[in-house]
């Protein structure tokens, strides 16, 4: 289970952290993401890390979004800096280990003045 927290209404040029929180005893070895479904749009990847803490980022975000993780609280981190009116959107957290998938049920990030 992924349950996501930190959505919220914030103004351009500002900044949000996101949080998902997993269960179970996979998590170290995931591959961990997050993508975003804004209205009328396809669900997009945003970021993701692996187990080794690689990371990689859609390029609209690259340089504004950071993804992290902790392994010790099985929770995986999204800071958004400098957002824009383009990154509102539900934001997903996603958990893949081999042929296992995970799906958070998402938490709405709008960025408007």
């Known amino acids: 289970q992924l349950v996501e927290s930190g959505g919220d209404l914030v103004q351009p040029g500002g900044f949000l952290r996101l949080s998902c929180a997993a269960s179970?005893?996979?998590?170290?070895?995931?591959?961990m993401a997050w993508y975003r479904q804004a209205p009328g749009k396809q669900r997009e990847l945003v970021a993701y890390?692996?187990?080794?803490?690689?990371?990689n980022y859609t390029e609209s975000v690259q340089g504004r979004f950071f993804i992290s993780r902790d392994n010790a609280k099985n929770t995986v981190y999204l800071q958004m800096n400098s957002l824009k009116p383009e990154d509102t959107a539900v934001y997903y957290c996603?958990?893949?280990?081999?042929?296992?998938?995970?799906w958070g049920q998402g938490t709405q990030v709008t960025v408007s003045s």
């Open positions: 996603y958990e893949a280990l081999g042929s296992l998938r995970y």
């Open positions: 179970g005893s996979i998590f170290s070895a995931s591959v």
């Open positions: 890390i692996t187990s080794g803490h690689v990371t």
